[in-house]
């Protein structure tokens, strides 16, 4: 899961997911960075924390990290919130079969409509329940194509 600082929206995305894989009963490796490097060594924002709580999550153990080449070893499937994460995470792939893994979260929610999940870092509460909800739809989207 990536986004940009991996302080609002791919902290979020790891911990719904982590829980999806739980209650369908799936096994999987699942991990958060960001493409900048601004926020690394912190704990996932306050605002993201506590609409995770909201929901049943607990994400507070999170600690930021940036996306590296070697992420592209370690993992099937690299999901970007929005289109300048996709093409950050695309520009430093090591090679074709790397380009392959990097797909948008919401590509399964919504396929062929490019739709981004927004930054909500400089908005208000409601960005972030927005954030969530659509997090939420998406990764069960993608749960339910990995168990077909
Ligand atoms: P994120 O949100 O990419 O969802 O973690 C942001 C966090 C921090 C900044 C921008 C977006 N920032 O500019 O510091």
């Known amino acids: 899961m990536v986004c940009l600082g991996n302080i609002c929206r791919s902290p979020i995305a790891e911990g719904i997911m982590k829980e999806k894989l739980r209650i369908h009963g799936l096994k999987g490796t699942i991990d958060s960075a960001g ?7 912190e704990p996932p924002d306050p605002r993201s924390i ?6 049943g999550i607990d994400i507070s153990g999170q600690m930021a990290r940036s996306f590296s080449d070697s992420d592209f070893g370690r993992f099937d499937l690299i999901f970007a919130m929005d289109k300048e994460n996709f093409d950050n995470i695309r520009r430093i792939s090591r090679s074709e079969e790397d380009k392959k893994k990097v797909y948008m979260i919401l590509d399964n929610l919504f396929p062929d409509q490019q739709k981004e999940v927004p930054d909500p ?12 909800k659509l997090l939420d739809d998406g990764c069960e989207a993608i749960v339910s194509k990995l168990k077909k």
């Open 35 to 41: 493409t900048a490097s601004f926020h690394i060594g």
């Open 50 to 55: 506590d609409i995770a709580k909201k929901n």
């Open 121 to 132: 870092y400089y908005g208000g509460k409601d960005g972030f329940e927005k954030v969530f």
